[in-house]
């Protein structure tokens, strides 16, 4: 037995449900809020198995003769509010909320899977617009397999396709579709949108990047080979094409929660087959393995080694995806599905020669091996807990400890409730009968370019009294004033200025929906629409869809941080340093904000460069540059081939953009944008790095990005002002030497040039989205302490001896629940690198997590603090 597959179309006056095989399904409508299921049968079959129901409304309640076990729907885009629960025949399931899962494929119209805990009869979904609804049937049959044996002497014992039950019909019959990670152009893009149903507009910023990747690195997305047929003759609906090179494993979730659902995990990876193979379209499983709570690991994409999968967009040729059964947003991986996940990824890196303790460079990044599929794309995946041990199973897979269990991190249970919105987390609120207000259905996180549309819908529940047509329901307020809200009203969608209504009367205690149309901003951020009791996050970026439009005046809730007035002038430029030669440096721009001169580690009075040709050496300009500097005494030395080209103070100018190498005798050469500087200082030779602000601030290792994008910016932030507070002469933190800061961060800032940029793309995005901004008080820059973690407080400047700290009022002791049980490690005044990283991880911004380490302090531009 396989799995039976059906497709129920709903739509405002009829819907149709084709049947296969011997499966009935029948139609019943029930009032939106009966609290058991009456049955209200009116539907009529005919001889195809087609029945229609007219005058269907969004609450109404779809059954079924034969329980179905799971359920997904084909939905636009842009619908980003709607829900499904399910009825189990002693009461209703959780409400689930629906999205399109774009990270898998931004042309994607499939909607999450919802596996209901147990089979069900009755399924109520709400939207506000027609959906195809995709139910899944699993077959209820043993997994033919004997237990498999756990033991790490040899390969992990893996079930076959055959041995849990896959259905390989579903390979060579079932609907065609497409991918949008081939290479395209903008024709085919249009092509496929309207091949999958969605609407024309611009290719998102995902598919763009997307085809850029495969301009630049097109050797990367070439398979080896390519397999169309079975050998039984049959064509496959996905062909199987061969990776040339697997470089990269990457580790998912599959956002389903585990917890409560006591079906065989066999049966759960039945269904999650034929939703990828069939609701989806992709004609088989995306993933090449799967592990579920007991440490079981199951064959998944079809072909063998080196198959392609589809995990991870755009980033599938070359790599390997395995998924975890369950939502790790919620729920805990088990000990023994880590030890198993451990257990496969190293036996995978011994199968595609992967040297586990080196990073490897894929798509132009380098990056370490093993993945979290959020490290590949902008996702969740594979979610709040395991995303937190992933640096834990790293190093227990590199050095072999792949029993070891692994420690995961602990939040208070009111912060949980505050993360991240997302679709594996966001539930339609549940109101108590009888309380008048509105609750969302679906996510309250939505997504979406400046200017775009999308649809919500709220259900309104009236309290002990009726309530009149168009009487006012839900105050509504913006952060942004060019975010648009319309209402339907009627079948016509008006402007709401300031609440939304009813649109007809509604009885005591009774319920009806609102269908509202919600515009993003005009300019990329993040904002909030609160609709009565509920608060929608927008989270706006990519390009515009229209032209920015004057924004009305908007009554705003802004923090203190956003609020305070304009601030007196402080002095932020440092003091003059000696130059050699008269020479002038790279050009810059006035955007990369003022030179910094920071001090480089070297190991001894020797060391080796090498430059692009035009590099200014004193003043004379070299077609090559490979040069030796050493300490000859009191004074510098620079020599290329036994020629001495400069001594003293001498200073190495590549050409605007221009990359300096230096190789001091560590293991790996050092590259650095900007000026080198060389000079003698307390008998030692120095190395200086003169460059501007933010190219400084891009090779800061103070946070990989391996942590959150949140908590990256909140970091630069603090990072920038650190480092232009001590660019006031009155501040400096070596006076009297001619660095401002050193790349020691026992003493300064852990600075390593552009390795660093190169490794963390996602830091550089954190630092260019806050460009020049920093952190002032009374007129100063702040002197933004940060540290690494604390025992569940951080200190004030007082306790931890730093008398006269200037504005200390800021740096009160703070609860730091976030870190708690983790010990203290550095001074604790100021923001804690996990405290950040567990805001982040709640769904706080930058912005937020600042003011709450750094109260009082408000954001400003460097050209705002003249």
Request: aromatic residues 6%; contains cysteine.
């Amino acid at each position: 037995m396989g799995i039976r597959y059906t497709s129920l179309l709903v739509r405002r006056r009829f819907i149709s449900i084709g049947c296969v095989g011997a499966a009935v399904v029948v139609l019943s409508l029930l009032p939106i809020e009966s609290q058991s299921p009456r049955q209200h049968n009116v539907s009529r079959t005919s001889s195809l198995g087609v029945l229609t129901q007219e005058h269907l409304s969004w609450g109404a309640r779809y059954s079924f003769a034969e329980p179905i076990d799971a359920v997904s729907f084909r939905m636009p885009q842009n619908l980003q509010t709607a829900a499904v629960r399910g009825w189990t025949g002693s009461g209703w399931t959780g409400w689930e909320a629906l999205a399109v899962e774009t990270e898998f494929d931004p042309l994607l119209t499939e909607s999450n899977l919802v596996m209901f805990p147990a089979g069900v009869r009755i399924v109520e979904l709400q939207s506000p617009l027609a959906l195809e609804m995709h139910p899944l049937t699993v077959a209820h049959d043993p997994p033919r397999y004997a237990v498999a044996a756990r033991t790490p002497s040899v390969r992990p014992r893996i079930l076959s396709r055959s041995e849990w039950g896959a259905d390989d019909t579903f390979l060579v019959r079932g609907p065609d579709t497409s991918r949008s990670d081939v290479p395209s152009t903008g024709e085919d893009v249009v092509q496929q949108r309207e091949a999958n149903g969605t609407a024309v507009e611009t290719p998102s910023q995902r598919i763009v990047d997307c085809e850029q990747a495969h301009r630049n690195y097109p050797q990367e997305f070439k398979p080896a080979k390519t397999v169309r047929t079975l050998p039984s003759g049959g064509a496959l609906r996905w062909p199987q094409q061969y990776s040339k090179e697997v470089r990269i494993l990457a580790v998912h979730h599959t956002a389903i929660a585990v917890h409560g659902d006591s079906r065989p995990a066999a049966e759960r990876v039945r269904a999650l087959y034929a939703y990828h193979a069939n609701n989806r379209g992709w004609g088989d499983i995306g993933y090449h393995f799967v592990v579920d709570e007991d440490g079981q690991i199951y064959e998944g994409r079809a072909g063998g080694k080196g198959v392609v999968g589809g995990h991870a967009y755009c980033n599938n040729v070359g790599s390997i995806g395995i998924a975890l059964l369950g939502n790790f947003e919620l729920e805990q991986p088990t000990q023994k599905q880590v030890a198993a996940l451990q257990w496969l990824l190293h036996s995978l890196a011994m199968t595609y020669d992967i040297d586990l303790a080196s990073s490897v460079q894929f798509h132009g990044k380098a990056m370490p091996p093993i993945v979290g599929h959020g490290d590949l794309v902008s996702t969740t995946c594979p979610g709040f807990y395991m995303r937190e041990v992933m640096t834990q199973v790293r190093r227990n897979v590199r050095v072999g400890d792949i029993d070891v269990r692994v420690s995961f991190p602990k939040l208070p249970k009111a912060s949980l409730k505050k993360r991240a919105p997302s679709r594996g987390t966001a539930r339609p609120a549940q109101r108590p009968p009888g309380v008048e207000g509105v609750s969302p259905m679906g996510t309250t996180f939505l997504q979406g370019h400046p200017g775009s549309q999308t649809l919500i819908a709220l259900r309104y529940q009236a309290g002990d009294h009726a309530t009149k047509s168009h009487e006012e329901v839900a105050k509504v307020d913006r952060t942004d004033g060019s975010t648009g809200v319309w209402q339907d009203i009627g079948g016509t969608f008006e402007r709401v200025r300031d609440a939304l209504v009813t649109s007809a009367p509604v009885p005591s205690r009774g319920t009806v929906l609102l269908r509202v149309k919600v515009q993003f901003p005009d300019v990329a951020g993040r904002s909030t629409l609160t609709i009565g009791s509920v608060t929608y996050v927008l989270e706006t970026s990519g390009r515009p869809l229209r032209a920015p439009s004057a924004r009305p005046a908007s009554a705003t809730g802004s923090s203190p941080i956003q609020e305070r007035p304009a601030l007196s002038t402080a002095r932020t430029r440092p003091a003059k340093h000696p130059r050699s030669g008269g020479s002038a440096t790279q050009a810059k721009s006035a955007a990369d904000g003022p030179d910094v001169r920071i001090r480089l580690s070297v190991a001894g009075d020797d060391a080796r460069l090498t430059a692009p040709a035009g590099t200014r050496i004193g003043r004379e300009r070299l077609s090559a540059v490979q040069l030796e500097l050493h300490r000859n005494g009191t004074v510098c030395t620079a020599s290329q081939g036994g020629r001495t080209l400069a001594r003293g103070i001498v200073r190495i100018e590549p050409p605007a953009g221009g990359i300096v190498s230096i190789d001091s005798g560590e293991k790996e050469a050092r590259r650095f944008r900007g000026t080198i500087e060389c000079r003698v200082i307390d008998r030692a030779m120095v190395l200086i790095n003169e460059l501007p602000l933010e190219q400084y601030l891009y090779g800061l290792a103070e946070e990989p990005d391996s942590e959150p994008y949140e908590k990256q910016r909140a970091f630069a932030i603090a990072a920038r002002s650190y480092v232009m507070h001590y660019l006031n002469p009155d501040m400096r933190k070596f006076p009297g030497k001619p660095y401002d800061g050193s790349d020691d961060p026992a003493v300064f800032q852990a600075y390593g040039g552009v390795l660093l940029e190169e490794r963390n793309p996602q830091w550089m995005r954190a630092v260019k989205s806050t460009r020049l901004t920093v952190l002032t008080v009374g007129g100063d820059i702040l002197r933004a302490a940060y540290f690494s973690a604390s025992d569940g407080k951080t200190r004030s400047p007082a306790e931890v001896g730093w008398p006269n700290f200037p504005h200390a009022e800021v740096f009160t002791k703070k609860a730091d629940p976030w870190c708690s049980g983790q010990g203290r490690r550095g001074h604790g005044v100021g923001m804690s690198g996990c405290g950040a990283e567990g805001q982040a991880n709640e769904g706080k911004t930058a912005e937020e997590i600042l003011a709450y380490y750094y109260s009082g302090a408000m954001l400003k531009r460097l050209d705002e603090v003249r």
